[in-house]
């Protein structure tokens, strides 16, 4: 096994170009791995296709009285040609396994996150660090993290290619997964999603807007991150940490979900935030003290924006009119809606708050009679939902 | 005209005439016909809608609506896998050749022959129109409980697959006792063409496997009219459980459409190079090893889907026990080219291009089965390319093979070899074209069944829609060889390729039953007059 392994090591490239980014301590041993099975297979492709190119050429059609070599076979050769490879499919297999061992056993001081999926999106939940939820994995760098992942409809896969780690989400029991990152790499623009409603064609015009809070380069996370530095810093002037938004580092990944799930399969995404360890535990505190209220006092559909945001509304709803599984919200107030039944109404605040509160009696034209799934309770807080109710319309408001 | 004038050019396509003569028709050869024709007509809808899915493809950003791209991929994929690869080869050149192979008259069952293509007709007819008006969108797999909770499709879908099944349990059954029972005299199983080998071990899967799709019918049915909790997680049942009956199925079938490729390759390499086959037993006995270890293999769909990691393991190792009869066999036809006169038309031509694509969907399983890599690759466009490369390149390359090959013997017409081999070079480059992006897109992480995806994935995707219009289009090229052949081409002799089985013992279109006498079987299928004995002796 050790020479296997240094073996594959030896083959393995920094940074293949079929690879994506390996930013896991997983990623380096699954590589080494893939490194071993390609060479194998390069081997046996080149010796393969090689002779049977070489054997065409050289021995091409020379006319019907030509004889050919009274060959039936040779039991030499066809015991190399089946021991050989044997014993290279036993060291995949051996390499494999190990490595699978490794990625589903995870060490016991790891942090954990319970993943909840439905369709279309991903929450994430901190049990153990104040039990608060979070749109994006957030997570400290090379700290293990171990994830219990459950899914409230079908069937989801939790994927992240930068940490080589996948698995599948069901809705009958938890399956977990964990992973430790090795570094605060940043993702280019073309490796991430910027929210479930980017719009590709005008990606040059406005690459880093962030239409949707949660979604944008890890800007809420570094901003709680860096205000939550401040305020530390008024009781300890001493304390060491950033206090400018810009200057956070962060490490970004995507997440896609890779279990057909309908519809909306391709937009169900969301990202990994990676902090150092100092700034994860600047980024708990802020998320436990966290209160929508005051933090956007002052500024209804900015509080809007951010239940929006909460109760994952994008993941039909789009912002920039782009089509989704409901309509979308660009423009939509004070517009003329014309229902399934024939009948139709101004989108004016009370529209907009019943179709909330009841999205099946009034469905538009053209999209599923069913409605949407509403939970009121966790987008807004128990005893909150007119505030909230109103706090969307407002922002509805100012998507012109 | 007199009677002995019509016995002179008698042959089973103009024997008889009228619509009734072919549709209720119980001749092997007159079914093996319609049964291709009726399957390149649902292969030409099915590609269709893999055009219009590689449409959408072209940009990041999406053109079609999410629903309907997803009813494009549905639509794609079952026609695909039930409607055209399952019975591909097995129902059009397995029926009409077996019998000419073995010497025999027709199959065992002429009229559960005829049954099992009426049964595929209207299992066709009753599937697309169940898909098409549920507007499934599921993908081919059928998953629970998405099928059953936002779709109730999945009952009629996996109905109309069990029909189809049946058609290919008659169809099987069928072969298994012509090859038993209807060998001409001296066909010893040693001496059985390997096409019969692989069609041989392919009826058992057919026969084997199939009813698992009808237990998986039922269960389903009990859980949704009398609420008894099976696959629903909502009543208390597993939905992993729905995913191990439907590979219990589906992966066998994989070998059901692969295994008559093989067999259609050892025929035409041996022909075409003028040699023996290398290793006759090794092929006929992986071939038959690859039906029995097929079935052990299906948990490797389903390592990720919280099974056990030790059945993952158990399913991993003996996955790899798949590769070792595959790489044989391969191996083998590759020695049979040794030393050989190789002809380079078009039927040969196709067998290359077969080995070059088999040699890649076996390779790239490798990283599939080993269970690490498999977390990476799993659901990516990694694993489309794959199965693309095994599934449809191996088959429909095979089966371009066979169609050539066996052409003169089907229609009793030549084709033309000076624009049959620039088309098969043009198949070849595009075909490869379409699928090597889509390995690496798979591999920097782009997930499948997605109708919208990130920039970085755009050069990739963009090279393989293009790739897949260009194939399409090389399609249209083979089309217009075969119809240029049968309105224009030369009349075939009776032994065009000098071959030594028996089809090639009867005259060419066949006669209606086959053979004039009873023809005997003295020398095996690969013993070439061109091979050189003398070096055989010299050698000893």
């Not at chain 2, 049964?119 to 007819?125: S, V, W």
């Amino acid at each position: 096994m050790t020479v296997l392994y240094w073996i594959s090591t030896a083959m393995a490239q920094e940074s293949a170009f079929y690879m994506p980014k390996a930013a896991s301590t997983l990623a380096q041993d699954v590589d080494n791995t893939f490194s071993f099975i390609y060479w194998c297979c390069a081997v046996f492709f080149v010796v393969l296709m090689g002779a049977m190119f070489w054997f065409a050429v050289v021995y091409k059609d020379k006319g019907p009285d030509h004889k050919t070599l009274d060959l039936k076979g040779h039991h030499t050769l066809e015991l190399v040609w089946s021991i050989f490879p044997t014993f290279l499919l036993i060291a995949m297999f051996v390499m494999g396994f190990t490595g699978y061992v490794n990625s589903t056993v995870s060490p016991a001081d790891a942090v954990q996150v319970n993943i909840v999926a439905k369709r279309w999106d991903w929450s994430f939940v901190y049990p153990t660090l104040g039990g608060f939820e979070s749109r994006d994995l957030v997570v400290p760098n090379q700290d293990a993290v171990r994830l219990q992942m459950v899914s409230q409809d079908v069937l989801h896969s939790f994927y992240i290619p930068d940490f080589r780690i996948k698995k599948d989400v069901l809705p009958n029991r938890y399956t977990s997964q964990w992973f430790e990152t090795t570094d605060l790499y940043e993702a280019a623009d073309d490796e991430l999603f910027y929210s479930p409603n980017f719009n590709f064609s005008d990606a040059e015009e406005s690459p880093s807007g962030s239409k949707v809070l949660f979604t944008s380069r890890g800007a809420d996370v570094k901003s709680a991150v860096a205000t939550q530095c401040a305020k530390d810093k008024e009781d300890n002037p001493e304390l060491a940490c950033e206090s400018n938004p810009e200057n956070v580092k962060v490490g970004l990944h995507q997440i896609f979900c890779t279990e057909y799930c309908g519809d909306s399969h391709s937009r169900m995404l969301a990202k990994v935030v990676v902090l150092s360890p100092e700034n994860f535990e600047l980024w708990v505190k802020a998320q436990n003290n966290f209160d929508a209220e005051t933090a956007y006092a002052g500024d209804v559909a900015k509080l809007g924006e951010y239940y929006t945001s909460k109760g994952g509304c994008a993941g039909c709803h789009s912002v920039d009119g782009s089509a989704g599984t409901g309509p979308t919200w660009k423009g939509l107030y004070g517009k003329e809606r014309q229902f399934a039944d024939g009948s139709g109404t101004v989108a004016d605040d009370n529209y907009i708050r019943m179709s909330v509160l009841e999205p099946a009696k009034q469905v538009v034209s053209g999209y599923p009679a069913a409605g949407m799934p509403v939970n009121l309770h966790k987008a807004f807080g128990k005893g909150k939902e007119e505030a909230g109710l109103a706090a969307i319309i407002e922002y509805i408001k100012t998507l012109k | 005209m007199s009677a002995e004038a019509t016995h002179d050019d008698s042959n089973y396509l103009n024997a008889t005439s009228g619509f009734k003569s072919w549709f209720m028709t119980v001749d092997h050869k007159r079914l093996g016909i319609m049964y291709l024709a009726t399957i390149l007509t649902f292969f030409l809808i099915g590609g269709s809608f893999a055009m219009l899915v590689r449409y959408e493809l072209l940009d990041a950003a999406p053109t079609l609506s999410a629903s309907n791209y997803n009813k494009a991929f549905t639509l794609h994929g079952a026609i695909m896998v039930f409607l055209v690869l399952v019975p591909a080869i097995p129902a059009s050149l397995g029926n009409f050749l077996i019998p000419l192979m073995l010497g025999a008259k027709d199959v065992a069952f002429p009229k559960l022959n005829r049954l099992s293509f009426h049964i595929y007709l209207f299992g066709a007819l009753f599937f697309v129109t169940t898909l098409v008006l549920g507007g499934v969108d599921t993908g081919w797999t059928f998953y629970t409980p998405y099928s059953s909770k936002y779709g109730t499709n999945v009952i009629t879908a996996l109905a109309g697959a069990f029909i189809l099944g049946f058609s290919s349990i008659l169809t099987g059954l069928n072969f298994i006792v012509t090859i038993h029972k209807m060998r001409a005299p001296g066909m010893t199983w040693g001496k059985i063409p390997l096409f019969l080998w692989a069609m041989y071990a392919t009826s058992l899967i057919q026969v084997l496997a199939t009813p698992v799709i009808a237990v998986t019918l039922v269960l389903l049915v009990v859980e949704r009219f009398m609420g008894i909790g099976i696959f629903d997680p909502a009543l208390g049942g597993d939905p992993v459980l729905f995913q191990h009956f439907f590979w219990f199925y589906s992966h066998p079938v994989v070998y059901v459409m692969i295994l008559p490729a093989f067999g259609i390759i050892s025929e035409t390499i041996t022909i075409h190079s003028r040699k023996h086959i290398f290793g006759y037993t090794a092929i006929a006995g992986s071939s038959v090893a690859i039906a029995a270890v097929g079935f052990l293999v299906w948990g490797h769909h389903m390592f990720l889907s919280g099974q056990s990691e030790t059945m993952g393991a158990i399913f991993s190792f003996i996955t790899f026990g798949v590769a070792v009869p595959t790489a044989i066999k391969v191996c083998s036809w590759i020695a049979t080219l040794y030393k050989g006169n190789i002809r380079w038309n078009t039927v040969m031509m196709y067998t290359l291009g077969f080995l070059w694509i088999f040699a890649i969907g076996g390779l790239t399983g490798l990283p599939l089965a080993t269970l690490s890599t498999d977390v990476h690759l799993h659901d990516t466009y990694f694993v489309v390319a794959h199965f693309h490369y095994t599934m449809m390149g191996g088959v429909l390359f095979a089966l371009i093979t066979g169609i050539f090959h066996w052409w003169p013997k089907m229609t009793g017409k030549m084709f033309s070899e000076k624009a049959g081999v620039p088309v098969s070079i043009f198949a070849f480059l595009s075909y490869n074209l379409t699928f090597i992006p889509q390995f690496i897109a798979g591999h920097r992480g782009m997930p499948r069944r997605y109708h919208e995806y990130l920039p970085q994935f755009e050069e990739m995707m963009r090279l393989s829609s293009i790739g897949s219009f260009l194939f399409g289009l090389s399609l249209f090229g083979v089309l217009f060889v075969l119809i240029h052949s049968l309105l224009k081409g030369e009349k075939a002799p009776q032994n065009p390729w000098q071959g030594l089985s028996l089809e090639w013992e009867t005259a060419t279109p066949p006669i209606e039953h086959n053979f004039e006498g009873q023809p005997i079987c003295t020398c095996g299928p690969y013993e070439f007059p061109d091979i050189d004995v003398k070096e055989r002796v010299a050698a000893k």
